[in-house]
């Protein structure tokens, strides 16, 4: 499918097959930002400038046209997300016999086995994906640099509610830049949050810190020197930062436990609906 022609010059065209080649070396979708540190970490770019100048024209134009492997949906969006309403199955009979093929699943609370509930927040909110691959099961909040006054007050009640359903300590992880907005949203929000919630909670600021991006040779913000970026990080380090500070809150033989009675129980639904033979005004 090409939506426009799109001839790029030799240089340009290394990049733009090298840049795949690092979007395709992670397991999530990443956003402009990290594919840009990457480049930029390898020599490809020399200067901030060079984001906006060459990277983003060359990043967009490759998508547009869908030049070799690049499409309009290959990097993360980081600031919008669709509401999908309305869809389903076209008719009851549909869904009936999807049930009976074993579409559906049994869904149960995994938190009921731990002994803290966690949840993630961070900054970067176009990494929410990379955050979805080196966790499970944990709630995820991407701020998105300073969140609205709704997003923190429905946070508050939404701690509250599992503080109440389970009576257990609530952990809550934070991850986000190194530089004074960084630090700022972080204070800000869990201020606001802690105002708002009847139920304690322990915030536990994960990074970036100035030790991780000394460890992990983090590079500096390209518009910001002296700034670091969670974007900046290679991914191995991401991983390594994310789960540090997220495994020892959890069990995953207790998640595994729950996971084995989801099973167990789709499997014997399945047998009972098997033989069911639903009327004809449903299967129609």
């Given at each position: 499918m090409k939506?426009?022609?799109?001839?790029?010059?030799?240089?340009?065209?290394?990049?733009?097959?090298?840049?795949?080649?690092?979007?395709?070396?992670?397991?999530?979708?990443?956003?402009?930002?990290?594919?840009?540190?990457?480049?930029?970490?390898?020599?490809?770019?020399?200067?901030?400038?060079?984001?906006?100048?060459?990277?983003?024209?060359?990043?967009?134009?490759?998508?547009?046209?869908?030049?070799?492997?690049?499409?309009?949906?290959?990097?993360?969006?980081?600031?919008?997300?669709?509401?999908?309403?309305?869809?389903?199955?076209?008719?009851?009979?549909?869904?009936?016999?999807?049930?009976?093929?074993?579409?559906?699943?049994?869904?149960?609370?995994?938190?009921?086995?731990?002994?803290?509930y966690v949840e993630l927040w961070f900054e970067a909110r176009a990494m929410l994906d990379q955050f979805r691959h080196y966790t499970e099961y944990i709630t995820l909040r991407p701020m998105g640099g300073q969140p609205s006054i709704p997003y923190k007050w429905k946070t508050a009640k939404d701690l509250e509610r599992r503080a109440k359903l389970y009576g257990k300590p609530i952990m809550v992880l934070y991850f986000g830049d190194l530089d004074t907005a960084g630090a700022r949203i972080a204070q800000v929000v869990k201020d606001d949050v802690s105002k708002w919630c009847a139920a304690p909670f322990e915030f536990i600021y994960c990074g970036l810190t100035l030790e991780q991006v000394q460890r992990y040779n983090v590079p500096e913000n390209f518009e910001k020197p002296g700034d670091y970026q969670w974007e900046a990080l290679p991914d191995s380090a991401a991983s390594d930062i994310i789960k540090t500070h997220a495994e020892p809150f959890i069990s995953h033989g207790g998640f595994s436990t729950i996971c084995d009675l989801e099973t167990r129980a789709a499997a014997w639904l399945r047998d009972q609906l098997v033989e069911l033979t639903p009327p004809d005004y449903l299967i129609a």
């Open positions: 939506s426009e022609s799109y001839a790029p010059q030799k240089r340009t065209a290394e990049i733009l097959d090298r840049a795949y080649e690092l979007v395709q070396s992670v397991p999530y979708q990443v956003s402009a930002r990290w594919l840009f540190y990457r480049l930029l970490q390898e020599g490809y770019y020399k200067t901030k400038d060079d984001y906006k100048n060459k990277f983003l024209p060359a990043i967009s134009s490759a998508r547009h046209a869908f030049y070799n492997h690049w499409r309009p949906d290959t990097l993360a969006d980081e600031t919008r997300t669709a509401e999908t309403r309305g869809e389903g199955f076209l008719t009851a009979g549909d869904w009936l016999r999807a049930i009976q093929s074993g579409g559906f699943e049994c869904v149960l609370d995994k938190w009921q086995t731990q002994s803290h």
